[in-house]
C-alpha cells in the first residue's frame, strides 16, 4: 500500500485566482493521478503524471487550466488556475503500487465564490 | 452505453446482512478490478484488488469478476454499521495510462 498526504486539505477561493494542491506519497512511485469528484458524482481523472515526462491529459482538461509537475518520484502538484464557480470539486490524487492497483489521498475540497 | 455501470441505490440493510454489490462494463480490455469505500468527505479506501477472473476472498469482502458476462459483484458479510459508505467499483486495462474507470459509486446504510 502507500500512505498519501494533500495539502492543503480545503480551501475557499475567490474567481479567477489560482490554486496549487500538494500531494505527498510515502514511497517513491512512477506513476501518479490526479482525479476529479464534483458534488454527487464519481471520479473522473484530469492527467496523468509521471516523474520524468510531461503529464498525459484526458479529453476535456487542459495544461493551461491545469498545470502539473512532477519533480521526484514522491511528489506532485496541480495547480486550477484562473478558477470558477464550475470548478468547486473535490480533487484527489492517487498512485500505482502494482499494475490497476491505486491508492488514493484524502482529497482537496475546493470552493470558488 | 457508459463504459462502467454500477446501482447508485441507496441501499439500505440490517446489521449482520449480506451484502451484494454490482457493476457491469463495456470494455473488454478491462483486466483490473477494484472496489472503493468512501466515507464522506474522505478519499476512497481501497478494499479489493483482482486480476481477470475469479474470486477472491479478504474477511468478509468477497470480490468475484465474471469476464464472459462483464460483470463484477462485491460480497460483504456480517455486514457493521461501519460498512455504511459509498462502494465504488473501479476498473482499468492496465499497461502504461492505467487510469481507472469508475462506476457511480453505490451508498450504502447498515442499520444497527
Known amino acids: 500500500s502507500a500512505v498519501i498526504s494533500q495539502k492543503p486539505s480545503r480551501d475557499i477561493c475567490q474567481r479567477g485566482t489560482s490554486l496549487t494542491i500538494q500531494c505527498q506519497v510515502d514511497s517513491q512511485v512512477t506513476m501518479m493521478f490526479w482525479y476529479r469528484q464534483q458534488p454527487g458524482q464519481s471520479l473522473t481523472l484530469i492527467a496523468t503524471?509521471?516523474?520524468?515526462?510531461?503529464?498525459?491529459?484526458e479529453s476535456g482538461f487542459v495544461i493551461d487550466k491545469f498545470p502539473i509537475s512532477r519533480p521526484n518520484l514522491t511528489f506532485s502538484t496541480l495547480t486550477v488556475s484562473n478558477m470558477s464557480p464550475e470548478d468547486s470539486s473535490i480533487y484527489l490524487c492517487s498512485v500505482e503500487v502494482t499494475v490497476g492497483e491505486q491508492y488514493f489521498g484524502p482529497g482537496t475540497r475546493l470552493t470558488v465564490t | 452505453q457508459k463504459e462502467v455501470e454500477q446501482d447508485p441505490g441507496p441501499l439500505s440493510v440490517p446489521e449482520g446482512a449480506i451484502v451484494s454489490l454490482n457493476c457491469t462494463y463495456s470494455?473488454?480490455?478491462?483486466?483490473?478490478f477494484m472496489w472503493y469505500r468512501q466515507y464522506s468527505r474522505k478519499g476512497p479506501e481501497l478494499l479489493m484488488y483482482?486480476?481477470?477472473?475469479g474470486n477472491k476472498e479478504d474477511g468478509r469482502f468477497t470480490a468475484q469478476v465474471d469476464k464472459s458476462s462483464k460483470y463484477i459483484s462485491l460480497f460483504i458479510r456480517d455486514s457493521q454499521p461501519s460498512d455504511s459508505a459509498t462502494h465504488l467499483c473501479a476498473m482499468s486495462t492496465g499497461g502504461s495510462q492505467g487510469n481507472l474507470i469508475f462506476g457511480k459509486g453505490t451508498k450504502l446504510s447498515v442499520k444497527p
Open positions: 483482482t486480476y481477470s477472473s
Open positions: 470494455n473488454s480490455a478491462f483486466q483490473y
Open positions: 503524471a509521471n516523474q520524468g515526462s510531461e503529464a498525459t491529459y
